[in-house]
């Protein structure tokens, strides 16, 4: 316990700002200093889902359990819903299965 106030009074508010030419992410993730620069910021699980979310994908960020979900359904019942019509579409000229050679 005592390393750790050690190590927070030795860290300097340039070292754990993130616009600080001086950062250091290490002390940043330990330090009682850090402030966080927005406060609601997207959380991405790695550069990859970043990099494609700023290019305009429709990419969730970690702790939207529930917008994935919601699109989970809306995909699931556009699935259906496709389904249907082929399986209505099949029956509607199934009467003509066969007769025709395209």
Do not use: W
């Amino acid at each position: 316990m005592s390393g750790e106030s050690k190590d927070n009074s030795d860290t300097s508010e340039s070292e754990v700002s993130v616009c600080s030419s001086t950062f250091d992410p290490l002390k940043a993730l330990y330090s009682s200093k850090t402030k966080v620069p927005v406060e609601n910021a997207p959380m991405y699980e790695n550069i990859k889902q970043f990099e494609s979310a700023m290019s305009g994908f429709d990419v969730s960020s970690v702790g939207s359990k529930e917008l994935v979900k919601k699109r989970e359904q809306e995909r699931e019942a556009k699935l259906k819903a496709q389904k249907e019509v082929e399986e209505k579409n099949r029956q509607r000229f199934s009467h003509l299965q066969g007769r025709y050679i395209c």
